[in-house]
């Protein structure tokens, strides 16, 4: 990656291309896909870019062989991405899965819309939130990220990037439609100020080498590349530290601890939150993406009327700050969540607090104003449950 490649400095632009900047900001220089809306700006901004920067864009016949191109690409040593919405997303599930059983690192985004099924083609929903936790079938470690503002969409696509190579695994950038295609100002870095964490790398002997092998306590193996004389297999069949088919129960049991733990036991690294006003809150409001910028815009209208509300913001969904949502639950009396789908994350809520969670809820279509958030928030506070202690 050189500077030049990089289009530092402050635009104006949407979030779908501040996303593609990101990926060539990262690193990224292969991309295979297939158009849908509302993602189809990332591709058609790279499809342009990729070839000025000496990178590969690929468009798929559909997104089961866009997700397989990238984890080949990916497997060879380049950065990778996809981007897709709601009905892709399912296609592209199997692969996932795929990628998360021989650790390939790659980025996925999904650019949400009004679903089911081919649902609100051009507006947005947040309503894929479980499928990219629970998508693909077995247990595997899940990361997934949801921006808030095209910068924001900037800033995460980068640090995709990142925990997907230093992880080994696929991480899911969940935008929506609003984030996507909402015009702001978006500041790009110089090259020296982006980070750039890397792939753990193989040493020693290699004859010796095991592709599969995690020797350090983060759980993850390095990484050798095809192509560089190393002895690599790759399977989606439950396989020993070197790549090898292993039908064993003990094998498996090994395995797929492991690709639940080593996500499990990196929080710092994963977990993002933003919070507002919680010194005080007895009622705390809980978003993520677009939804977030109504439910800030009602805690402040709130907090204006006297009510003792905070916000916390998710910026990674997955893993969920389950602890994060304990400690606040020892002083706060309520809870609502806001998210523009009909009770997805609201669940994830209720798992680890005693307290009432009230849901704000929309199927998709439109953005979920700051009025029914306040409106939640004003009827909690008058129910009486947010006595002061």
């Known amino acids: ?13 949407n979030g779908d291309h501040a996303c593609a900047e990101g990926a060539i900001a990262a690193g990224c220089r292969f991309f295979g896909g297939y158009p849908i809306t509302p993602s189809t700006e990332i591709a058609e901004h790279l499809s342009s870019r990729m070839p000025q920067i000496g990178g590969v864009y690929i468009q798929m016949e559909d997104e089961m062989g866009s997700m397989a191109t990238v984890l080949g690409a990916s497997a060879a040593g380049a950065r990778a991405m996809t981007a897709t919405s709601g009905p892709g997303f399912s296609l592209m ?12 690192p790659c980025l996925v985004v999904n650019v949400q819309r009004g679903s089911p099924s081919t649902g609100l083609p051009t507006l947005p929903g947040q309503a894929d939130v479980m499928q990219a936790r629970w998508g693909s079938h077995g247990d595997y470690g899940v990361v997934a990220y949801a921006p808030w503002s095209p910068q924001e969409f900037f ?3 980068v640090h995709s990037f990142n925990v997907a190579d230093r992880y080994r695994i696929p991480v899911l950038l969940l935008a929506d ?14 090259a020296d100020k982006i980070p750039h964490w890397g792939r753990k790398r193989p040493i020693g002997s290699k004859k010796e080498f095991k592709p599969f092998e995690a020797i350090d306590d983060d759980l993850v193996p390095p990484l050798a590349h095809a192509g560089e004389g190393y002895r690599l297999h790759f399977t989606g069949l439950t396989h020993d530290e070197r790549g090898y088919p292993d039908m064993s129960a003990d094998t498996h049991q090994v395995l797929v601890s492991r690709l ?4 499990n036991r990196n929080p710092k690294d994963l977990i993002r939150t933003e919070t507002f006003h919680l010194e005080g809150a007895r009622i705390v409001v809980i978003a993520f993406g677009s939804t977030a910028r109504s439910a800030r815009r009602a805690v402040r209208v709130a907090r204006e009327r006297g009510l003792p509300v905070g916000f916390l913001r998710l910026i990674s969904i997955w893993p969920f700050p389950e602890q994060l949502i ?8 309520a809870f609502v969540m806001a998210e523009m789908n009909l009770g997805q994350m609201i669940r994830e809520v209720e798992r680890h607090v005693e307290q009432p969670v009230l849901g704000v809820n929309h199927a998709g279509g439109a ?3 700051p009025e029914p958030i306040l409106e939640a928030i004003e009827k909690v506070a008058n129910n009486g449950s947010t006595s002061s202690r």
């Open 1 to 13: 990656m050189t500077s030049s490649h990089i289009l530092t400095g402050r635009y104006f632009m």
């Open 93 to 104: 599930m199997e692969n996932i899965g795929l990628a998360a059983m021989m650790e390939i």
């Open 155 to 157: 800033d995460l696509t």
């Open 177 to 190: 439609e609003v984030v996507g295609h909402m015009v702001e100002r978006v500041e790009i870095p110089e």
């Open 260 to 263: 639940v733990e080593k996500i």
């Open 326 to 333: 304990r400690e606040l639950a020892q002083d706060v009396d």
């Open 367 to 369: 953005m979920l104003a």
